[in-house]
């Protein structure tokens, strides 16, 4: 059974950085492609950046896009998040997601019906 926890939300004022964490149990974590997708209060999920198994891949959204990084440590059974320049709309619970399918080594899933494990979300508050 693989579990996600998901650590370092918090609150940073416009311009700011966070850098999110998911920590993930399982052995064959390294062949998961991981996601990583927020919700905003009234708002339905929405995808934010995906990474390949490989690490090679990546896919972001377009309003993150030059100011969100995703990453990930196989050794370390670990996916980040780097957010900078952060703005008020990107205040949001930000969840960590896994898929257990096997893909190739370069595809980067992007929907949440491709994802089967979810970590139970880390809060991010933007304030101006």
């Known amino acids: 059974q693989v579990q996600l926890v998901e650590s370092g939300g918090g609150l940073v004022q416009v311009g700011g950085s966070l850098r999110l964490s998911c920590a993930a149990s399982?052995?064959?974590?390294?062949?998961?492609?991981m996601g990583w997708f927020r919700q905003a209060p009234g708002k339905e999920r929405e995808f934010v950046a995906g990474?390949?198994?490989?690490?090679?891949?990546?896919s972001y959204a377009d309003s993150v896009k030059g100011r969100f990084t995703i990453s990930r440590d196989n050794a370390k059974n670990t996916v980040l998040l780097q957010m900078n320049s952060l703005k008020p709309e990107d205040t949001a619970l930000y969840y960590c997601?896994?898929?257990?399918?096997?893909?190739?080594?370069?595809?980067?899933?992007?929907?949440?019906?491709?994802?089967?494990?979810w970590g139970q979300g880390t809060q991010v508050t933007v304030s101006s």
């Open positions: 997601a896994a898929s257990k399918r096997l893909y190739g080594l370069a595809t980067v899933l992007d929907r949440e019906r491709e994802y089967d494990t």
């Open positions: 399982g052995r064959t974590f390294s062949s998961y492609a």
């Open positions: 990474i390949s198994w490989s690490g090679g891949s990546t």
